[in-house]
């Protein structure tokens, strides 16, 4: 008889430690955008940040190729990304460039005429935006505690875009709803980056290839393995489901 109460007792153990566990568990703690932002203090598309950067990537390609034929001259494709923290997006879009600029002709083209500039907030995340690419020859950066794209278009008469990610928090920027002369605003949800289509008419990403990939940058940024696992498959639905998040673009009108 006491063995048999003795073993209930485990039982009733073991399982309320199930419970209390997979409560705790962050599958169970965040399923959706919003509960994201919450633990991390970061939108999906950023604990995403290789495959957000690849979509950006095939996103600036995409416009290269709609302006290449209005070009006159073969001059660079100036892009500037706006509020770019420490220069990460500007990384995963270089980077995967690297992985693309030998498909074909058009995509070396590009890897040769894209010229990026990224602008951070301050000095510090300005020192750590340059040591993160410095070793990309088409990238550059700069310091802005406040930006003017007037003064930035002025200043460069060969730029062709200007991107901001808008996830709805507030910066220190220019009024990023603003049309601007000579310069057509494109703004859509990050979401729908993924289903941008190649000419034959596939789909130039598909998120779910990149768990694994999602999965070493967190570790790489300090999450333990274990959450890191959980968060990159959770953080794909998130960024799927992110209905605040916006890519505004700004390109150059023909003339």
Not at 58 to 73: A, I
Not at 99 to 109: L, P, Q, S
Not at 161 to 179: A, I, R, S, W
Not at 222 to 231: E, K, L
Request: hydrophobic share 40%.
């Amino acid at each position: 008889m006491n063995k048999i109460f003795i073993s209930h007792r485990y039982l009733f153990v073991f399982l309320f430690c199930f419970i209390i566990t997979s409560l705790l568990l962050p599958e169970d703690n965040f399923g959706e955008a919003e509960t994201i932002r919450d633990r991390f203090k970061e939108a999906p598309y950023q604990l995403i940040a290789p495959a957000f950067g690849a979509m950006v990537c095939n996103q600036l390609f995409d416009l290269y190729r709609e302006e290449l034929p209005r070009r006159k001259e073969p001059v660079s494709f100036d892009v500037t990304i706006v509020q770019d923290d420490a220069g990460m997006l500007a990384y995963d879009i270089l980077i995967s460039l690297e992985k693309n600029k030998n498909r074909n002709n058009e995509w070396k083209d590009f890897g040769r005429k894209l010229k990026l500039k990224s602008i951070a907030g301050n000095s510090d995340k300005f020192d750590r935006m340059s040591k993160r690419n410095s070793h990309f020859q088409n990238f550059s950066g700069m310091i802005a505690n406040s930006f003017d794209l007037d003064k930035l278009i002025s200043e460069n008469e060969h730029a062709s875009v200007v991107l901001f990610v808008d996830d709805g928090q507030p910066h220190d920027f220019f009024n990023m709803e603003n049309e601007k002369p000579g310069w057509l605003l494109n703004k859509f949800k990050v979401s729908g980056l993924e289903f941008l289509k190649e000419r034959k008419g596939r789909q130039s990403l598909d998120l779910s290839l990149y768990p694994d990939a999602i999965f070493k940058r967190l570790v790489e940024r300090g999450m333990s393995p274990v959450d890191a696992r959980s968060v990159a498959s959770v953080a794909i639905q998130a960024f799927r489901e992110d209905q605040k998040t916006y890519l505004s673009i700004w390109t150059r009108k023909s003339t």
